[in-house]
């Protein structure tokens, strides 16, 4: 495709859908808007693995070397002028994640490790609610 953007492959819909871009999958033609995109624009990533640090502590670098505050990054409003700041944001990604659970300081009752924070003993039975349990 053309530089900075994704190339698209043929999709194939079932009759009176149409293959939405944005949320990838087949939706009725009249709620999809974009039909006439055969690319999209290839998000800018930060800069968030260097071999030395390249930015004041408590930053990180923006995919076109400006620095921000480590907090603005993955706070579902762009602050990178290239908008970099909230296109690396998964939970592996996110540079303000939560830490992994450490189990020999996260200890019942006063609290849970959970790998998706779903899972709690007492939930399943009702007791308790998953928002009300401290979770690491």
């Given at each position: 495709?053309?530089?900075?953007?994704i190339?698209?492959?043929?999709?194939?819909?079932p009759n009176g859908?149409?293959?939405d871009l944005?949320?990838?999958?087949?939706d009725w033609k009249a709620k999809v808007n974009n039909c006439d995109r055969?690319?999209?624009p290839r998000l800018v990533l930060p800069n968030l693995n260097t071999a030395e640090?390249?930015?004041?502590?408590?930053?990180?670098q923006c995919g076109n070397g400006e620095c921000i505050s480590k907090s603005f990054f993955c706070d579902k409003k762009p602050d990178c002028s290239d908008g970099s700041d909230e296109n690396a944001c998964t939970v592996d990604e996110d540079p303000?994640?939560?830490?992994?659970?450490d189990r020999s300081q996260c200890v019942l009752p006063n609290c849970f490790c959970s790998?998706?924070?779903?899972?709690a003993p007492g939930v399943d039975a009702g007791k308790l609610e998953i928002n009300n349990i401290p979770q690491m």
């Open positions: 495709g053309i530089a900075g953007t190339r698209l492959e043929s999709v194939k819909c859908l149409a293959f944005e949320r990838q999958t087949c055969l690319s999209k640090p390249v930015c004041p502590d408590g930053q990180l303000n994640r939560a830490e992994v659970c790998p998706d924070g779903t899972v």
